[in-house]
């Protein structure tokens, strides 16, 4: 059985490293960084996503998955060594330190989100250095919060290689994709690198489209949630990430967009659809102020609970975040603000340091305010006990930004509750 080798103990490359395990494969976590690497060993994921420590846990206690900072034997035992690092700084110099250990043909795979023309940059200083590495870009389509889900079941597998070698063994090691019929896209190496950013730039486009006819709604008594339900049965459009009062965010949109913008701008195009969709999303956390200050009259000297601080749930992340961003906003309004999040408290502490009161649960976090605010669309928010949250908060209003509540019921409740384009 051919051995596999992931470098990076970040995020991309434990999610790659350890859901490639599960296909039965023998694979090597790999890193310099000892520490890091001894923390995975023992089955110690600093981030928070949705049934990666279980898979991490089944493939350690397998033996399938082991992690090393040996990393001229595991280059050396290797058939595909993957670079999956989170960033990109200094990866040609790093793809040219793994060169070094190889004498054989292997084949050197790019996961690394990297601007347009890197992998040809790189295949070009190993050729220069005599090295017999094959480099394929295979961009891994998977987002927090459901990154394992993801990477099992892809829409595609994205393949940037002249190489029909290269192809046929990345084939064999995602058989169990290719066998389900996951379709397998073979490019080169600058549409491969272009497809992950143009992918994350039209989602954008997609989720700012939906959330500027939110704002629409409300002012012709239509309903937001039963037009993007009505948009999205359009099989053209479908209904993922057509939901009124999503932002997009996470480690890696902000970057992506931010490559793409670049590229177009260093060639003289103009992407002002991009641009567009970029200002809507900047937009939102202003909406919501809006719509609170119009509720509270003015939020100086208010309470204000906030349910979430992480960019989306099932994801410990805060890049981005427009929950994050909005209790920055009230605290420099004056506002007095207490936070809940099952996961992303520690990360939101780093952002925003003391400025905001940290709470156990999101009973705590209602006790007492002037307004209770959803910001992040977490299962568990759905089911709290809300005659409980009622009787904790000063005054019963809710702004739910990601619309996750039943409005009638809560009004039943006695709630003033205020959604995002709803009528």
Request: include cysteine; glycine fraction near 8%; charge should be neutral.
């Given at each position: 059985?051919?051995?596999?080798?992931?470098?990076?103990?970040?995020?991309?490359?434990?999610?790659?490293?350890?859901?490639?395990?599960?296909?039965?494969?023998?694979?090597?976590?790999?890193?310099?960084?000892?520490?890091?690497?001894?923390?995975?060993?023992?089955?110690?994921?600093?981030?928070?996503?949705?049934?990666?420590?279980?898979?991490?846990?089944?493939?350690?206690?397998?033996?399938?998955?082991?992690?090393?900072?040996?990393?001229?034997?595991?280059?050396?035992?290797?058939?595909?060594?993957?670079?999956?690092?989170?960033?990109?700084?200094?990866?040609?110099?790093?793809?040219?330190?793994?060169?070094?250990?190889?004498?054989?043909?292997?084949?050197?795979?790019?996961?690394?989100?990297?601007?347009?023309?890197?992998?040809?940059?790189?295949?070009?200083?190993?050729?220069?250095?005599?090295?017999?590495?094959?480099?394929?870009?295979?961009?891994?389509?998977?987002?927090?919060?459901?990154?394992?889900?993801?990477?099992?079941?892809?829409?595609?597998?994205?393949?940037?290689?002249?190489?029909?070698?290269?192809?046929?063994?990345?084939?064999?090691?995602?058989?169990?994709?290719?066998m389900r019929g996951v379709p397998v896209i073979v490019t080169n190496h600058e549409t491969a690198e272009l497809a992950r950013e143009a992918s994350t730039a039209?989602?954008?486009?997609?989720?700012?489209?939906?959330?500027?006819?939110?704002?629409?709604?409300?002012?012709?008594?239509?309903?937001?949630?039963?037009?993007?339900?009505?948009?999205?049965?359009?099989?053209?459009?479908?209904?993922?990430?057509?939901?009124?009062?999503?932002?997009?965010?996470?480690?890696?949109?902000?970057?992506?967009?931010?490559?793409?913008?670049?590229?177009?701008?260093?060639?003289?195009?103009?992407?002002?659809?991009?641009?567009?969709?970029?200002?809507?999303?900047?937009?939102?956390?202003?909406?919501?102020?809006?719509?609170?200050?119009?509720?509270?009259?003015?939020?100086?000297?208010?309470?204000?609970?906030?349910?979430?601080?992480?960019?989306?749930?099932?994801?410990?992340?805060?890049?981005?975040?427009?929950?994050?961003?909005?209790?920055?906003?009230?605290?420099?309004?004056?506002?007095?603000?207490?936070?809940?999040?099952?996961?992303?408290?520690?990360?939101?502490?780093?952002?925003?340091?003391?400025?905001?009161?940290?709470?156990?649960?999101?009973?705590?976090?209602?006790?007492?305010?002037?307004?209770?605010?959803?910001?992040?669309?977490?299962?568990?928010?759905?089911?709290?006990?809300?005659?409980?949250?009622?009787?904790?908060?000063?005054?019963?209003?809710?702004?739910?930004?990601?619309?996750?509540?039943?409005?009638?019921?809560?009004?039943?409740?006695?709630?003033?509750?205020?959604?995002?384009?709803?009528?």
């Amino acid at each position: 059985v051919m051995h596999h080798a992931v470098y990076g103990t970040g995020y991309l490359a434990t999610v790659v490293s350890s859901c490639l395990a599960d296909f039965g494969l023998p694979v090597t976590c790999f890193d310099e960084d000892a520490p890091r690497v001894s923390a995975l060993a023992r089955e110690e994921t600093p981030y928070f996503e949705k049934n990666l420590k279980e898979v991490v846990r089944r493939n350690v206690r397998s033996g399938r998955l082991t992690f090393s900072h040996d990393v001229e034997r595991t280059c050396k035992k290797s058939q595909v060594i993957f670079i999956a690092e989170d960033g990109q700084e200094n990866l040609a110099e790093l793809a040219l330190r793994l060169a070094a250990f190889c004498s054989e043909e292997k084949l050197l795979v790019i996961s690394t989100p990297v601007p347009v023309g890197t992998a040809s940059a790189i295949e070009k200083r190993l050729r220069a250095s005599g090295s017999k590495l094959t480099v394929v870009s295979h961009p891994v389509f998977v987002t927090d919060g459901c990154a394992v889900e993801d990477f099992n079941w892809p829409d595609r597998i994205l393949l940037g290689t002249d190489s029909a070698q290269a192809v046929q063994i990345l084939k064999a090691l995602y058989r169990p994709l290719v066998m389900r019929g996951v379709p397998v896209i073979v490019t080169n190496h600058e549409t491969a690198e272009l497809a992950r950013e143009a992918s994350t730039a039209f989602l954008a486009t997609k989720i700012s489209f939906i959330n500027e006819l939110a704002t629409l709604c409300e002012h012709v008594n239509a309903d937001a949630v039963d037009l993007a339900l009505a948009l999205g049965l359009d099989k053209k459009i479908a209904p993922r990430c057509l939901q009124p009062g999503t932002s997009f965010g996470g480690p890696f949109v902000e970057s992506e967009m931010d490559a793409l913008s670049q590229l177009a701008g260093g060639n003289g195009v103009s992407l002002k659809i991009l641009e567009a969709a970029r200002e809507v999303n900047r937009g939102v956390c202003g909406r919501i102020l809006t719509k609170l200050s119009a509720a509270l009259e003015n939020v100086s000297g208010k309470q204000v609970g906030l349910l979430g601080l992480a960019f989306k749930p099932n994801s410990n992340s805060v890049v981005a975040s427009t929950p994050l961003q909005l209790a920055r906003e009230l605290v420099g309004m004056g506002a007095l603000v207490r936070a809940y999040d099952p996961a992303a408290i520690e990360g939101a502490r780093a952002e925003l340091n003391s400025t905001v009161r940290y709470c156990d649960t999101a009973y705590a976090a209602a006790e007492g305010v002037d307004a209770l605010v959803v910001g992040t669309a977490w299962q568990e928010f759905r089911s709290l006990d809300y005659d409980r949250i009622k009787r904790a908060l000063r005054r019963p209003l809710i702004v739910d930004t990601k619309n996750i509540l039943d409005a009638v019921r809560m009004r039943s409740l006695g709630f003033e509750y205020v959604g995002i384009g709803r009528a």
